[in-house]
């Protein structure tokens, strides 16, 4: 394990252009705030088609109060952008052209990809959509990269722990087989492997991260952490398969961030291209989530249901490779972040019902 003291990075960021592809979204916009916060100078490339304004304004089926809660999130990420200096371009990366542009005007040192479907459910309805969000956009992105290795020296992917597949023990690293199941975890797999084909055909320096079950502030895409603490608070039960014995590697999106703070600062040739796991490390089951929700909300209905036959088997994600290389140091375990997320929440969603009141 090496120790790197974060502070040393800020030099290395300071001179860099990175320009954030999908940046909009959940990772994204933290990303791109505290990459600003490092001193580079960031801008976001984003068509809004996802977890956005719009879907959330517009969608039938949202109630009011979870409607008003998301647009304050939603609305709170620009603002936050705007605050911190970073620029967002609305673009369809899906658009050579669109995508052009904005490689010409801002003239990025580093690139980070993330416009996708991201989430496995949702890719599996609408298979085509998966494809072309994740994979037209990255092959537009590898292309405006490939003319101009002089002047970036790092494309970032993010890709998923779902490329491995059901875990066959406790834990996997860097070096255990993918066997990816369904179009989301397949088209990351792939993107993964173009990756590495633009890096040994062309000298692009690539960096491919693997993250696991994030939650943090600002977040809409209803994953189980988000709707744990959203039912509790509003009377709905937490539905426990199989008791909660289930298990994820969950990751405080602060974690995640500093990793890839630390990718992007310690990568300066493509001889440093590699694949790095951030997680926190550690898999919990979802009824050690549902405790924590418990302890915030102690009204939460826990429910326990049948164990659902299809259920992915995860674990832990090793991440000593980032520890090793990049002085990865994840700090935030269930009781510490995810609780704070809780208390946020909490706050969120009772700022919400006070707007609700008001506006309606
Ligand atoms: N959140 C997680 O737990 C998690 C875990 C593993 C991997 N990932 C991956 O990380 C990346 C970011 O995830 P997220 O949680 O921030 O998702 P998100 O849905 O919050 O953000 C994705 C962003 O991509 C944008 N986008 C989609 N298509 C686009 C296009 N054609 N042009 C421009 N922008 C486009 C969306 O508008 C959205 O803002 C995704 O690739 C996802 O698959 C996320």
Redesign the pocket.
């Given at each position: 394990m090496s120790h790197i003291p974060y502070e040393t990075l800020r030099p290395l960021l300071k001179d860099q252009r990175i320009l954030l592809?999908?940046?909009?979204?959940?990772?994204?916009?933290n990303l791109a705030l505290e990459l600003a916060n490092m001193g580079s100078k960031v801008m976001i490339?984003?068509?809004?088609?996802?977890?956005?304004l719009i879907e959330n304004t517009f969608e039938a089926e949202k109630d009011k109060v979870q409607r008003m809660a998301y647009q304050g999130f939603l609305l709170e990420r620009f603002h936050l952008l705007r605050k911190s200096g970073v620029a967002l371009k609305n673009?369809?990366?899906?658009h050579l052209a669109d995508?052009g542009r904005i490689f010409e005007e801002f003239e990025p040192t580093k690139v980070v990809?993330?416009?996708?479907?991201?989430?496995a459910v949702d890719a599996k309805a609408e298979p085509g959509l998966c494809f072309?969000?994740?994979l037209?956009?990255l092959r537009n992105t590898l292309e405006l990269i490939r003319p101009r290795t002089d002047k970036i020296n790092q494309v970032m992917f993010?890709?998923?722990?779902?490329v491995y597949g059901d875990f066959e023990g406790d834990s996997v690293d860097e070096t255990t087989f993918p066997r990816p199941e369904g179009i989301?975890a397949n088209a990351?797999f792939m993107g993964e492997r173009l990756i590495r084909t633009y890096r040994t055909q062309y000298g692009l320096g690539t960096t491919v991260?693997?993250?696991?079950?994030?939650?943090g502030e600002r977040?809409?895409?209803r994953?189980v952490s988000q709707m744990f603490i959203e039912n509790a608070l509003t009377g709905k039960p937490l539905l426990l398969e199989g008791g909660g014995d289930g298990k994820l590697d969950f990751?405080y999106i602060k974690d995640l961030v500093q990793g890839q703070v630390r990718a992007l600062a310690l990568h300066k040739s493509p001889e440093d291209s590699n694949t790095f796991n951030l997680t926190f490390g550690n898999a919990r089951t979802i009824a050690d989530l549902a405790g924590v929700v418990k302890s915030v909300v102690p009204d939460a209905i826990l429910e326990e249901r049948p164990r659902a036959v299809d259920k992915p088997i995860r674990g832990t994600l090793s991440t000593d490779r980032a520890k090793t290389i990049l002085g990865f140091e994840p700090e935030w375990t269930l009781e510490t972040g995810y609780k704070d997320y809780c208390q946020w929440y909490v706050d969120a969603w009772e700022k919400a019902k006070r707007k609700n009141n008001e506006d309606y």
């Open positions: 592809i999908g940046g909009a979204g959940f990772i994204g916009h490339a984003d068509n809004l088609m996802i977890n956005s673009c369809d990366a899906r995508l990809h993330l416009s996708a479907i991201a989430s072309d969000l994740q037209i956009t993010m890709s998923s722990s779902t989301y990351k991260i693997r993250p696991s079950a994030l939650y977040c809409i895409s994953r990751t």
